[in-house]
Each structure stands twice: as C-alpha cells, then as structure tokens.
C-alpha cells in the first residue's frame, strides 16, 4: 500500500495558544486532531503521526565537510514552518487526499500530503 506525508505548515510567529486564537480553541482543535488520529488507527492508515516544537528550537546540521556545522535555527527562513505530520499508507492519492481533508478539518490548519518516494518511482526516474 502507497505511504504519504500528510505535513501541517503553521506560522512561524506563535500567540499565547500556538496557531490558535483562544486556549479554547487550542484544545477543542487538540481533542479534534486526537479524534482523527484515533480514526486512523482503528482503520489501519495510521503509520505515525506527531506534532513538532516551534521551529526557533531547530538546530541545521551540515555534515558534508570534514567536521559538521551546526546552526542554530531552521534551515529555511521563511513565513511558515512544519508543524507536524502523520505519515499514513492509503490506497491510493485519491484517498490520502480524502484523508487529509479530514486532518486539515481536525487541526485547524492546511494539510500538504506527499508521497514516499518507492523503488518504482525511483526506476523511473531513471529511466529503467
């Protein structure tokens, strides 16, 4: 079965409550997104799923040359920054889209869903 990454992107400046308004919302979106976890489990898409500091805590490790460097802070700089992620098998695109629909509805935030890269698609990406 296909896996995908079902990532969520959230501001990079964070109120009181996280991305949400009140600490009401906070944790109705909290039980919302533990309920489509839950969902998940119960019918066997759920490979992992977890929610991510805030990105100031982010250290970038760049090994390439004889000694590492770290950097404290993201990689990119940008506007928004993964938030968390499930990783789930689906079927197919259609119902991982489906899927995702769901988590997006549950946490309050926008959902980009990614497929894992596969031995075919690497084939093919070779030409083979």
Partial sequence: MPRYLLSVHGPAERGDFGDYESK????????????????????GHLVFADGLEPVATATTVDGQGDEPILTDGPYLEAKEYLGGFWVIDARDLDEA????????KACRGKVEVRPFQTEESVREMLGE
């Fill in 24 to 43: 009401e919302a906070m944790l109705e979106a909290f039980a919302d997104t533990g309920a489509f976890n839950d969902m998940l489990q119960r019918e």
């Fill in 97 to 104: 889209l489906a899927l995702a629909a769901q988590g997006s």
